[in-house]
Antibody, heavy 121, light 107 residues
Framework: QVTLKESGPALVKPTQTLTLTCTFS??????????VSWIRQPPGKALEWLAR???????FYSTSLNTRLTISKDTSKKQVVLTMTNMAPVDTATYYC?????????????WGKGTTVTVSS | SYELTQPPSVSVSPGQTASITCSGD??????VCWYQQKPGQSPVLVIY???ERPSGIPERFSGSNSGNTATLTISGTQAMDEADYYC??????????FGTGTKVTVL
C-alpha cells in the first residue's frame, strides 16, 4: 500500500524558512520513473503545484516560486524535503506531497493528507 | 505561462449527468487528469490520461479531451459526488498546471 505523510511546523513567522518533510512507504524513489511532487492549497483556493523530484534526482520547480524553493530526497529514509524561503502570509496553505508512478505519466495517483502551515507574526 | 480554466460551479440533480469543462490552448495535445476533492480531504485521482479510470473509481466517471477543451462527465450523479473537481495537465514550459476548480453541487 502506497502512503505519503507530510510533516512540518504548523506556524512560521514572516521571512522565516519553511522546511517540510514527506515520508512515504510502499514504493521506492530509486525505482526508475518514480517521482514525488509538492502541491499547496491556500484556504478556499485552488491547488498550486510547487516542485517535483525524480528517481534520477532531476528537479523541477514552479516558475513563479523557483527562487524560493529547494527540493531534495533521502532515498534510504524514504523522505522528500521541501524548503521555502522568505515566507509571507500569502504562503498560508495546506501543503501536500503526492506521487507520480512512472516516467511518462503526468498525474499524481496517491496524495498525502496534507499539513497546514500558517504564516503569521 | 500555461493556464487551465474551469467554470466555478456546476449544479446537477441526482441521477442526472454533470459535465465539467477544462479549457486551455491546444489542451487536446496534452494528457489531462482530474481530481475530486471533498471538504477537508486531500484530492483523489478520478481520471488520468484523458479517459482512464483508476482502480476503485466508479464507472459513472468518464473523461474526454479534444481541441482546447477537456471534459469530465459524471453520469447518474449521486449525492456523494458533491465535491470540488480540478483538472491538471503537464506543459513543457510550466510543468504541472492545475485548473481553477469547479464546485459540483447535487441539488
Amino acid at each position: 500500500q502506497v502512503t505519503l505523510k507530510e510533516s512540518g511546523p504548523a506556524l512560521v513567522k514572516p521571512t522565516q524558512t519553511l522546511t517540510l518533510t514527506c515520508t512515504f512507504s510502499g514504493f521506492s524513489l530509486s525505482t526508475s520513473g518514480m517521482r514525488v511532487s509538492w502541491i499547496r492549497q491556500p484556504p478556499g483556493k485552488a491547488l498550486e503545484w510547487l516542485a517535483r523530484i525524480d528517481w534520477d534526482d532531476d528537479k523541477f520547480y514552479s516558475t513563479s516560486l523557483n527562487t524560493r524553493l529547494t527540493i531534495s530526497k533521502d532515498t534510504s529514509k524514504k523522505q522528500v524535503v521541501l524548503t521555502m524561503t522568505n515566507m509571507a502570509p500569502v504562503d498560508t496553505a495546506t501543503y501536500y506531497c503526492a506521487r507520480t508512478p512512472g516516467e511518462h505519466y503526468y498525474y499524481m495517483d496517491v496524495w498525502g493528507k496534507g499539513t497546514t502551515v500558517t504564516v503569521s507574526s | 505561462s500555461y493556464e487551465l480554466t474551469q467554470p466555478p460551479s456546476v449544479s446537477v440533480s441526482p441521477g442526472q449527468t454533470a459535465s465539467i469543462t477544462c479549457s486551455g490552448d491546444s489542451l487536446g495535445d496534452k494528457y489531462v487528469c482530474w481530481y475530486q476533492q471533498k471538504p477537508g480531504q486531500s484530492p483523489v485521482l478520478v481520471i488520468y490520461q484523458d479517459t482512464e479510470r483508476p482502480s476503485g473509481i466508479p464507472e459513472r466517471f468518464s473523461g474526454s479531451n479534444s481541441g482546447n477543451t477537456a471534459t469530465l462527465t459524471i453520469s447518474g450523479t449521486q449525492a456523494m459526488d458533491e465535491a470540488d473537481y480540478y483538472c491538471q495537465a503537464w506543459d513543457s514550459s510550466t510543468a504541472y498546471v492545475f485548473g481553477t476548480g469547479t464546485k459540483v453541487t447535487v441539488l
